[in-house]
Structure formats: structure tokens, C-alpha cells
């Protein structure tokens, strides 16, 4: 009853930006730490960027001073900035976020289906 829908992925030139939205419906009570992982073929996800319900962020070194995680409860999205892209940025990227549905007493990890995001060189 917790759904996360990806969109904003795309096809760009190395130096492009690009801005990935994640909103999330349901019978959510409350949403805490929310974040943007990453696969690429033949690789393990990673997580690149968290932000906590308190609104403090951290990011994966590679994309320091490059990308930027933001949320807006009010209209229950996440965003993710992604600005001077490159070619290691390729990959799908996936929303993730730990929220407590109603009537339960603890949260769970919700994921969306991913969007791709390519960058060319």
C-alpha cells in the first residue's frame, strides 16, 4: 500500500544536469530517512544520497559538490540534483525510503521500480 514511482531519468551528454523526482503515496503515518541508490550492469547498488526526515543530508564521494537530495513532505516527493554528470554516473537509479505506515507500530523499506539515467560521452 506504499508505492515510490521514479521519474526525471533520461539520455544526457557528460556535463548535463539532470533532476530525478520520487514521489511516494499511500497509507503512510510518517516518513523518515529517504535516499537515492544506483546499479549499473554488472555492479552492486550503491547508495548516493540520504536525507533524514530532519532534513540533514550525506552524500557518496563521487558525487560530492555534484548532486543534490531534497524533499518536500508537503507534496510527498524526493529529488535529486544531478549536475556535471558523468559517464560513472550511468546507471538506474533507484528511490528508497524507511516510513511507518498506519495502524503499525514500527517502519519498513519501501523501494521504487528505478528510472535510467545515461550519460554519453
Known amino acids: 500500500q506504499v508505492q515510490l514511482v521514479e521519474s526525471g531519468g533520461g539520455l544526457v551528454q557528460a556535463g548535463g544536469s539532470l533532476r530525478l523526482s520520487c514521489e511516494f503515496s499511500?497509507?503512510?503515518?510518517?516518513?523518515?530517512?529517504m535516499g537515492w541508490y544506483r546499479q549499473a550492469p554488472g555492479k552492486q547498488r550503491e547508495l548516493v544520497a540520504a536525507v533524514t526526515s530532519g532534513g540533514s543530508t550525506s552524500y557518496t564521494d563521487s558525487v560530492k559538490g555534484r548532486f543534490t537530495i531534497s524533499r518536500d513532505n508537503a507534496k510527498n516527493t524526493l529529488f535529486l540534483q544531478m549536475n556535471s554528470l558523468k559517464p560513472e554516473d550511468t546507471a538506474v537509479y533507484y528511490c528508497n525510503a524507511n516510513a511507518r505506515r498506519l495502524l503499525k507500530v514500527t517502519g519498513d523499506v519501501y523501494w521504487g521500480q528505478g528510472t535510467q539515467v545515461t550519460v554519453s560521452s
Open positions: 499511500g497509507d503512510i503515518f510518517s516518513v523518515n530517512t
